[in-house]
C-alpha cells in the first residue's frame, strides 16, 4: 500500500500541479524491423522479398484481416485484443537519413533532416513548466547511465540513473553533502558557476526523492529477468509509488539485424512484449493503467528486401506503438505500409513523426504542441 | 589576477593546462614572452600518423567489394578509437599545447565524423597543419578534404542531381552563418561545387563530367564559377572573418561577446588575409583578455577536463576502453562529434549524471580508484545484457602535486593549493568543510586529499 502523504501529484516539493498523466517512452535502438513485427501475412511481395527471413504461419498471431503479429509479441497482442494498443503504421519523416545516429538525433529532437536542434523534444516539454524554482531533474527521467538528447531542455535537463540506490550513493558523498547539498540557488546569479551549483543541488534532492519513492512499492509480478526487465520493473514500481515524474525513457539496443536476424530479433521483441505486457499488468492491479501511456519507436525500420546475410538493412517508415489504459482509438490506426509503392527500395512514409508527438503533447499531457515541436503538426487522434 | 594566475588562465586557453612547476618555471618571464613560447613550441606542425594507408595496390586499381569495405568500416571503428587515444595522449603530453588547443578547436568547428579512421587521420592531419596559418587556405583544403566530402555528401552532389548538403553547411557553420546567404545562394554554389568527389583511393578528385559548367549567380554576381570561387567570393565577405573572430573570441575569451573588441580583431584578421596565428596572438596579448571576468568562466569540455587532469595527477586507466567510455559518458568523443554543428558546449555539457560523474572522478581516487559508468552502447554492437560490473578502475599519481607543496606551511597550503586548481571566484567554497575532510597523517597525504576534494568540486570544472 502506498502512504497517501506520498501518493499526491503536487507534494513536497511544490511542483506545479500536473494533470497526473504519465508517458513511457521505449525506443527500440538500432532500427526494429517493423516488418516482421506487424505482418502483412497476406501479402505475396512480403514472401517475395524476404524468403529466407519471412515470418512462417505457425508464428504468427492474426490481428485484423491483413495483419497478423510475431508471435514473440503475444503480450502486445493480449494488450491488441484488450483494447489497449494503437499501431500506427509507416511512420516517418521526409528526407529519411539512414544513419543511426543522425536519425535517432532527429528523433530525440524532433527536428526536420537538414536542421540540427540541440535540444530534446521532452527536454524542451520541461522547458515549458519550469518556472524559477519549480523545476526539478525527477520530472523526466531515463534508466540510464547517461542521459540522451531527448530529455535535454535549454532549461532543464531530465536525470539519468539506472537504479536509484546506486544515484543515491553518488549524490551523498561528505564532500557533496557539505558544498552542494543545502545550496541555496540565486536567481540573480547568471555565471557557469551558479548553474553547477544549482544542478547539483538539484540533483541530490531529485536523488533523495527518487530513492525515498523507490522504497515504497516492491512488485509482485514477474518481469523478464533481463536488463530491460529491470528497467521496466523500476519504472512501473516508480509510477505506482506515486513518483511526480510525468516522463520516463528507456532503451532495448540490438535492432541493428543486417545479418542472421531472426534469432536476435525473436529474443529481443520477446523481452521488449514480455516487459510491457508485464508493467501493463501491474499498472492495471494497482489501477494506475489509466494515468499512462507507452510510446515505443526505433529510429528508422528495415529495408523490405532482406539482404544476402539472412538480415535487413537501413530502411525508412516504420510503425510505432501506442500502448494504454485510455485510448481513444485503438486498433490498426491506418493500412498497412503499401509494399508496391517503395522509394528506394524503403517504405514511404505516410505520417510523420511529429504528428504523433503532437498528438501525446497536446492530447495526452495538455501541452502546447506547436511550441514545443517548434512547428505546427496535426495531431492524430488515437487519444 | 597574479602573474601566476595569467600563466595558468594562458595555459588553460592556450593549452590543456600547466602544471605548477610549469607555471613556476616561466614565473620570471613577461607575458609577451611567454606568448612567444607558446608560439615558437607549436610552430612545426607534426603529423598524427597512426595509421597506415589502407588499401592494397590491387584493391586501388579495382576498387574493393561491397563486403570489404563494411570490413573496413567496422575496423576502421576500432581504428578511430586507437585514433582517439593516441590524440588524446597527445594533447596531454603537451609538446606543443597551442596547436594541439587548435587543432581541437577546428575539429569542433568543421565537425566531421565518417566510419573510415584513415580518413579522419588525413582531415585530422590537415587541420593541425593549417591550424595556426591562414584560415583562407584551411577552409580550401576542409573543402577538398575526402571525409568531409563524404560526411556532406558531396560525393552525391552531381550536375543533373546538385545536393545541397555541403553549399548550405559551408556558409551556415563554417563561414558566414545563418542570414547572411539566400536560398537561392546555396543552390548555386551547390551547382559550383558538382563534381568534387573521392576516387577509390580515398583521395579528392575533380570529375569534370559531373560539374555543372554553366553561368551562375552568387551572392548576387554572375558568372561560370568554379567551386574555389564560390569560397573565394565567401572570404571575401567580411562576415566571414566576424564570425571566425566572435566564434573564437567566444570559445578563447568569453561565452558573452565583446561586439567593440570582435569587430576590432576581425578588422584585423580580415586584412592580415584571415592570419590565425595574429588574431590569437592578439587575443592573448590583449590586457583585457586577463581581466577577472575573462577567467574561469568556461566550463571545460570533457576532453579538456580529462587532459587536464592526466596533466595534473597522470590520470590514468587500467584499460583504454574506461578512457573510451569516460568520454562517451561524458558527452565528447574526439572523432564522433554529434553532427556537423559540433558539440554545443556551455552548459550542454552538464546534466545530473554528467555532473555526478564529473565530481565522483577525483574524489573516487580517494577512495578505491573504482567508478561506475556505462555509455550507451553503439548502434551496431550486438545486444548483450549488461551484468553488474564492478566499473572502471582509475590510476593517479600525485607526485607532481606532492612534490610542488611538500614546503608550503600548514597555514597556507589550501590557498596553495586552491590556487592552482581552482581558476574562478572561491567564495563559494566551504573551507573550514573541506579541511576537515582533509585532515591526513602525513603532509602528504594532506595534500593529495586536499587536491583530489578541490577537483571534485564544482569551481574545478571551470576554466
Known sequence: MVPQFLKSASGRMGIRKSNGKILVVIQLAGGNDGLNCVVPFRNDLYYKNRAAIHIPDNELIQISDDAALNHNLSGI??????????????????????????????????SDENQYVQTGWIGRMLDANCHSHQCHPHQAVEIDDTLSLALKGEQLKGMAFRNPQMLKKTASTPLINSTGKNYEADAADKSYLEFLYKTLAETTQSADYIYAKSKIYHSKIQYPQ???????????????????????????????????????????LKSYSDSLKAMCDDLKSNNRFHDVMILTFSEFGRRVKENSGKGTDHGTANNVFIAGGALKKAGLYNPLPDLTNLEEGDLKFRIDFRSVYSAVLSGWMNEDSEKILLSNFDSLDFV | ???????????????????PQEVQSMAALSLDEIIGKLFEGSSVPADLNFMKYPLSKKQERKGASAFKILKMILQSRREMEDLNIVWLNRMAAAKAPLREKMTFFWHNHFATSVPFGFLMQVQNNTLRNHALGKFSELLHAV??????????????????????????????????????????????????????????????QFNVSEHDEGEKEFLGIKGKFSGEDILNFILGQKQTALFITSKIYGEFVNG????????????????????????????????????????????????ELIVRCKRMIDLQFDDDVALLNLQKALGQVLFFPPNVAGWKGGSAWIDSSSLLLRLN??????????IKYRPKPEFEDKPVDESDDDGYRLISDWA??????????????????AACLIQCSRDKIKRAEIEKISNADSKENRIIKLAANLMSLPEFQLI
Open chain 1, 77 to 110: 497482442a493480449e494488450l491488441f485484443d484488450a483494447g489497449n494498443l494503437c499501431i500506427i503504421n509507416s511512420v516517418g519523416y521526409p528526407n529519411p537519413n539512414r544513419s543511426h545516429f543522425r536519425s535517432m538525433d532527429i528523433w530525440q529532437s524532433a
Open chain 1, 226 to 268: 533481463n536488463d530491460f526487465g529491470k528497467k521496466i520493473k523500476l519504472i512501473a514500481e516508480l509510477i505506482i509509488s506515486g513518483a511526480e515524474t510525468s516522463v520516463y525513457y528507456v532503451s532495448l539496443p540490438g535492432f541493428d539485424t543486417h545479418v542472421f536476424q531472426k534469432g536476435t530479433h525473436a529474443r529481443l
Open chain 2, 1 to 19: 589576477m597574479n602573474h601566476h594566475q595569467k600563466i595558468q588562465h594562458l595555459y588553460l586557453r592556450a593549452g590543456f593546462g600547466a602544471t
Open chain 2, 143 to 204: 573543402a577538398k578534404d575526402p571525409a568531409m566530402i563524404i560526411y556532406l555528401n558531396n560525393q552525391q552532389n552531381k550536375k543533373d542531381a546538385p545536393n545541397e548538403n555541403f553549399a548550405r553547411e559551408v556558409m551556415e557553420l563554417f563561414t558566414l552563418g545563418e542570414g547572411n546567404y539566400s536560398e537561392k545562394d546555396i543552390k548555386e554554389a551547390a551547382r559550383a561545387f558538382t563534381g568534387w568527389t573521392v576516387n577509390r583511393k580515398g583521395q579528392f
Open chain 2, 256 to 303: 558573452k561577446i565583446h561586439q567593440d573588441r570582435v569587430n576590432n580583431l576581425a578588422d584585423k584578421f580580415f586584412k592580415s588575409g584571415y592570419d590565425i596565428s595574429l588574431l590569437i596572438k592578439n587575443i592573448f596579448s590583449a590586457e583585457w583578455f586577463y581581466d577577472d571576468e575573462n577567467a574561469g568562466n568556461k566550463i571545460s569540455s570533457p576532453v
Open chain 2, 361 to 370: 572522478l577525483a574524489q573516487s581516487l580517494l577512495h578505491d580508484g573504482k
Open chain 2, 400 to 417: 607532481l602535486l606532492t612534490s610542488y607543496f611538500i614546503n608550503v606551511p600548514d597555514d597556507s597550503l589550501f590557498d596553495s593549493v
